[in-house]
């Protein structure tokens, strides 16, 4: 009997101990730099006049609250459909200034750009991109991105 409580009493304490799952993924080095240049990434392919490819750069079940909308995009389909309308004005995106923070195996790119369009205009906004490592497909994705025109004008 006394060697079923000790048993017990140590299967109790690695229970408390042991978190609810064991699989922890390893932190993805990464650095500055290559969180910026998942801008680039993104802006290249707005480039592309595919809207497709920009929404590749998002995990499947990110938010997308866009510069020039005032609708939340949840799904694919929806960020698809904003791109596809955004992407007609030609815009190419430039950053003014941002902050960059990065933890394990997420980063967040936060700051001011501005888009220029194809007939000349442009958008001054501030931006946030929160991006997570996606081991399955062996690359950083984005998670949420919020755009806003600036508020007041300059």
Known sequence: MQKAVVLSVALAAAAISTPAYSYQAACQPTSEAEIASLFDRWNASLQS?????????????????????????????????????FMEKKPVGKIDMRKISIDCNTAIDT????????????V????????????????WLITSHHSSGMPEKN
Do not use: C, I, M
Request: proline share 5%; no cysteine.
């Open 49 to 85: 006049g595919q809207p497709h490819k920009v929404v590749d750069n998002y995990t499947s079940n990110s938010v997308l609250l866009p510069t020039v909308s005032n609708k939340v995009r949840l799904t694919p389909e929806e960020k698809e459909d904003y791109f596809h309308h």
């Open 111 to 122: 700051g001011l750009y501005t888009f220029k369009f194809g007939d000349g205009s442009q």
């Open 124 to 139: 001054k906004a501030r931006y946030t991109y929160t991006y997570k490592w996606d081991n399955g497909s062996k690359k």
